[in-house]
């Protein structure tokens, strides 16, 4: 009895001394706050994300890897340090797109309905994902939180919910870019049940649409309709 009690009092010790990062996120080119930035702790895999005042608080102690992400936005690493931890200022750099030789800078569709995703579903991608329980000697840290987790599940649907919502996330920017108005332009194909068909037996690989430019992109969709007239020509 006294055994478990002692380390039911190193538990506590260990919860009460959690540590939070706490700062504010910033466009670095007009400095207004930026909210719906996605802030993750590479430590922990603890999540959180920017206020409509650009505010964020975290988990994290010194030494700690932030990765601040945004679709509108380049990602960026922080490591929280002793002098930082309490107020970080963090600005973050513009995507740049280039269409026709012009450099555009701000939101598509694709990145505000983005953002939106992400501050209706804010609740679900904060959530604190348990961490796995650590032996430090005679200590025991996160036991208490561990054990309740197996029991509930909780941190497995999370983490499931997260990898479902990047997975999304991934398509629609996919579906942004090699979508039925494109098919319809580029190819012959015209009525809805054909180009959709096309689209399934053709799918467009994420990393190929996120770096292909316009007129690489157009070359996939022409090649894959010039594969697909030859295989009914056989």
């Known amino acids: ?37 996605v802030v993750m702790n590479r430590s922990t895999a603890a999540y959180a994300t920017t206020t409509n005042g650009g505010k964020f608080a975290i988990a994290a102690k010194p030494g700690d890897v932030l990765v601040f992400s945004h679709v509108a936005f380049e990602s960026f690493q922080q490591i929280v ?20 030789q012009v450099i555009i800078s701000g939101r598509t569709k694709y990145q505000a309905d983005s953002a939106e995703r992400h501050v209706f579903f804010s609740h679900e991608l904060n959530k604190q994902i348990i961490a796995p329980v650590k032996f430090t000697g005679l200590g025991v840290s996160g036991g208490i939180g561990w054990l309740a987790d197996k029991i509930t599940g909780n941190s497995k649907k999370d983490k499931a919910f997260r990898a ?51 007129l690489e992109l157009k070359a996939w969709i022409r090649d894959k309709y010039k594969e697909e007239r030859n295989l009914h020509r056989k």
Do not use: W
């Not at 002793?82 to 280039?98: A, C, E, G, R, T």
């Not at 997975?167 to 190819?187: H, P, W």
């Open 1 to 37: 009895m006294r055994y478990v009690i002692f380390i039911i009092l190193c538990l506590g010790t260990h919860i009460a001394s959690g540590q939070l990062a706490k700062g504010v996120v910033s466009d670095a080119e007009t400095s207004e706050k930026v909210n719906a930035v």
């Open 164 to 214: 479902d919502f990047a997975a999304d996330d991934r398509q629609l920017y996919i579906d942004s870019r090699y979508n039925e108005d494109m098919v319809r332009l580029l190819t012959d194909i015209k009525d809805k049940d054909s180009i959709a068909a096309f689209i399934i037996k053709y799918p467009m690989p994420y990393d190929f649409a996120r770096a292909a430019t316009d």
């Open 81 to 100: 340090s002793v002098d930082n931890i309490d107020n970080m200022q963090l600005k973050l750099v513009p995507v740049s797109y280039k269409l026709q």
